[in-house]
């Protein structure tokens, strides 16, 4: 749309330029007809279209114009009906502020004075009737220029808003690419993240299980109780990384709902690691949404996992409570503890990953130990139901 609209402007503009050799033209061509052969008029008319063709557009132009047409007018009237919109057109194009007034009036004078055969009778009538008649082509020439005018600028407004907005697009063409290329970016890393978290989660912590219970069969007369247990942990954590890297859930919670895979995972825990585990429930249970209930069984396994390896507790507890907006799953040991400052911006990749995947779900850590008091582990997240 814009092209055809270019398009039609670069014709119009072509034609604007010939309209004054055609309507000198037109006027020579009549007079002939009507008038006869005139070599002044000829002379005049050729000098007329040499004037337009070469001198530059400005003051001195527009004044030798007016001119010219004041001449042809002498030799017919014809020049006065054609040639003489040009001295309108012109004046007012290439002229400015008072003058290009004077030069319409004068343009206009000349033509009402060769329509009335000459300058007006020296009576108040005629006098009048000249001025009335000069005024009002002068007054009809400078509103259909100014409405002309307004309509060129208006068009020239159209034209760079068009320049902007092309511009602006060509912005958001470069800004959308910047943001496709971030949003993958962003992508890749949620994705290595994600696969760091749920490699610690089921391979790391399986093969730490494995190593200990190696370990204990090494140095205990029953030495198969703990190689079976060995096998059934590789078993596991091979099924949970196959999950993984499907991004399927825990096959825990497949299997049953939160709070019995929650006592699954502590009576497991318990057994291989000759700890006594009790696990409770408070409020009333019901279907969490899948995130919400694989972030807080993560957080069980890390945190179990941390008691197993750090605390050298004797007891472990864990609550899972059910309240009105929030899920809470406090894990409590006696064990060695720790002091809290050493992991208050981060700590180990454990505790980083457990307060990631509560922070996602807009939910919080808490953490409170001391060396030789134990430690207890609270997370809390918004109880989004299931569905």
């Not at 009790?278 to 409020?283: H, M």
Request: aromatic share 8%; charged share 20%; hydrophobic share 45%.
């Amino acid at each position: 749309m814009t092209g055809r609209l270019d398009r039609w402007e670069q014709l119009l503009e072509r034609q604007m330029a010939a309209v004054p050799y055609v309507l000198l033209a037109t006027s020579t061509v009549l007079s002939l007809l009507t008038d006869g052969r005139s070599w002044v008029m000829l002379g005049l008319a050729a000098l007329a279209a040499a004037w337009i063709w070469l001198v530059p557009r400005g003051a001195v132009y527009v004044a030798g114009l007016v001119v010219l047409i004041g001449a042809l007018c002498t030799q017919g009237m014809w020049f006065a009906g054609f040639f003489g919109f040009t001295g309108f057109l012109h004046s007012w194009q290439y002229l400015k502020g008072k003058w290009r007034f004077a030069a319409v009036t004068a343009t206009a004078a000349i033509s009402v004075a060769t329509y009335n055969g000459g300058l007006p009778d020296p009576t108040p009538s005629g006098i009048l009737a000249y001025l009335f008649f000069t005024g009002a082509i002068v007054a009809g020439v400078s509103l259909f220029s100014f409405v002309g005018e307004i309509t060129a600028e208006r068009s020239d407004e159209r034209k760079r808003m068009v320049a902007q907005l092309e511009e602006a697009l060509r912005e958001n063409a470069g800004l959308h690419a910047q943001l496709l290329v971030q949003a993958r970016e962003a992508g890749v890393l949620d994705e290595r993240q994600r696969m760091a978290a749920e490699i610690h989660d089921t391979l790391a912590q399986g093969l730490t299980g494995i190593i200990t219970q190696l370990q204990a069969a090494q140095r205990a007369e029953d030495w198969r109780r703990h190689v079976d247990n060995a096998v059934r942990l590789a078993r596991e954590s091979l099924a949970e990384a196959r999950r993984s890297v499907h991004a399927v859930g825990p096959g825990q919670l497949e299997a049953a709902p939160l709070p019995e895979a929650l006592r699954d995972v502590v009576t497991q825990w318990g057994e291989l690691n000759g700890v006594r585990a009790d696990f409770a429930t408070t409020g009333t249970v019901r279907p969490m949404h899948p995130e919400v209930e694989e972030t807080l069984l993560r957080t069980a396994q890390e945190a179990l996992a941390n008691a197993a390896k750090h605390a050298g507790a004797s007891r472990v507890g864990l609550t899972l409570s059910y309240m009105e907006d929030v899920v809470t799953l406090d894990v409590r040991d006696d064990g060695v503890g720790f002091d809290p400052e050493r992991v208050r911006d981060g700590g180990g990749f454990g505790l980083t990953s457990m307060r990631k995947r509560v922070s996602r779900l807009a939910g919080t850590l808490e953490i409170e130990s001391e060396p030789g008091a134990g430690t207890a582990i609270s997370a809390s997240v918004p109880a989004v139901a299931r569905g």
